[in-house]
């Protein structure tokens, strides 16, 4: 059984910052991506950041140079560290990691709520 942790939201002002953290427990083999989405209030799901198992990472255009993604593959961990936060980042934020062996599997976090006041 599979679980996947977030943690790290909350309220902040307009130009702060907040690290969201993401453990995954559990059997999980062959992890070819970890990463973030974000949904907010009448809008799609969107990809924010994902790290793939070569080393590669990317990003959404609103987000470079604001946001960066990071991993721990022993710990099965990722991270993401948001600075100089805009009131258009207020969403539910949430991790994604992404396994292939016969088929691709995804597991996703509960989400957790990043707000930015203006």
């Known amino acids: 059984q599979v679980q996947v942790v977030e943690s790290g939201g909350g309220l902040v002002q307009a130009g702060g910052s907040l690290r969201l953290s993401c453990a995954a427990s559990g059997s999980m083999f062959s992890i070819i991506s970890m990463g973030w989405y974000r949904q907010a209030p009448g809008k799609q799901r969107e990809l924010v950041a994902a790290?793939?198992?070569?080393?590669?990472?990317n990003y959404a255009d609103s987000v470079k140079g604001r946001f960066t993604i990071s991993r721990d593959t022993a710990k099965n961990t990722v991270y993401l560290q948001m600075d100089s936060l805009k009131p258009e980042d207020t969403a539910v934020y949430y991790c994604?990691?992404?396994?292939?062996?016969?088929?691709?599997?995804?597991?996703w976090g509960q989400g957790t709520q990043v707000t930015v006041s203006s």
């Open positions: 994604n990691f992404v396994t292939f062996r016969v088929r691709r599997e995804d597991y």
């Open positions: 790290a793939k198992s070569g080393g590669t990472t």
